[in-house]
């Protein structure tokens, strides 16, 4: 029983892992007045050229449906995210990968 545990734990670990620290969250840019929580991406859109200077000049439209209180989008500065995935939105202006679900280099 304990190996079971331990090579549970091994995989949830195993799918939880970013090469680069700064793919586990990014900050919504867009809109100010965002409802915190959780939910899964339904949509994601790149708008191009909207963040000049940097390495990624873009930004992304992500349309999420919220676990409890309907639907919205929040444009970030990361295409780390993928539709499908869980989220959280939280109330500091960042969106969190919470699924495991993030592909890095094939399976998790």
Known sequence: MKNAIAL??????ACSYYQRPSDAEASIVRPG???????????IS??????????????????????????QEVDIDSN???VGEAVEL???GRILHV????LKGGTP
């Open 8 to 13: 549970l734990a091994l995989l949830v670990a």
């Open 33 to 43: 007045a965002f409802i915190p929580g959780s939910g899964v991406i339904t949509q």
């Open 46 to 71: 790149v708008l191009r050229h909207q963040n000049p200077g940097q390495p990624d000049p873009n930004f992304y439209r992500i349309s999420i449906r919220m676990d409890i209180s309907g639907y």
């Open 80 to 82: 780390a995210f993928f």
């Open 90 to 92: 939280t109330n500091d």
């Open 99 to 102: 699924s495991g679900t993030t």
